[in-house]
């Protein structure tokens, strides 16, 4: 008989494969640490919208105030009324050479305050008189100047007449032309402006008055 022999060398079908060496386990893994409980934060108080807001007090009227800066001082005037307008053009402009003098150290002499409430009176005069419409005043400090400007809703505009001694009446522009610093006029878009510039001082070598500028 025909012996069989074994097959040992892994060929053939009925052949054992290789013999495989089992893997190392693997090392055991430490478990996290839980993590800590957070604090719940406390709910924010509820807020009554029901409740009216506090009551916000308005603003003291302050100085006067320069336009940009230490820029020229500044006061406007709204002139809607009667005649009584023309009376508080020149306390206004009063207050305002006051006030200049008294909270910011400019010199304004007491012919500087005359004058201008004479400018003042005469501008504001003719504006009610000839101009339809409201009125309005600005007063600002210029260097050593107070200028005067009044605006109204009549472009045309002022003419001086030949001084004449027979007149009576109608001398107003006359006289502002011969106490200001500088006399100017100008149309805008609602009417004209005359502007008119005082020394504050009494300096000697002022210019004289009746410079009118184009």
């Known amino acids: 008989m025909r012996q069989v022999r074994p097959v040992f060398d892994g060929e053939g079908a009925t052949g054992l494969g290789p013999i495989r060496a089992a893997t190392a386990p693997q090392p055991l893994r430490e478990a996290t640490a839980p993590q800590p409980l957070r604090e719940a934060t406390a709910p924010e108080p509820l807020r009554d919208t029901t409740g009216p807001e506090p009551l916000r007090g308005r603003p003291a009227p302050g100085p006067l105030r320069a336009a940009s800066g230490p820029g020229p001082l500044r006061d406007v005037v709204a002139l809607d009324g009667d005649g009584s307008c023309i009376s508080q053009a020149r306390h206004r402009a009063a207050d305002f050479l006051a006030r200049a003098r008294d909270e910011y150290g400019l010199p304004v002499s007491a012919r ?3 004058v201008t409430r004479l400018v003042v009176s005469e501008l504001v005069t003719n504006a009610r008189k000839y101009a339809p419409g409201p009125v309005r005043m600005e007063l600002r400090v210029v260097g050593a100047l107070v200028e005067v400007a009044v605006c109204d809703g009549e472009p045309v ?29 100008r149309r805008d878009r609602t009417g004209k402006r005359v502007t008119v510039r005082i020394a504050l001082t009494d300096a000697p070598g002022a210019p004289a008055g009746g410079r009118r500028t184009p």
């Open 112 to 114: 500087a305050m005359d």
């Open 157 to 185: 505009l002022p003419v001086a007449r030949t001084a004449d001694a027979r007149r009576v009446g109608q001398h107003g522009l006359e006289i502002v032309m011969a106490v200001a610093q500088d006399f100017h006029v």
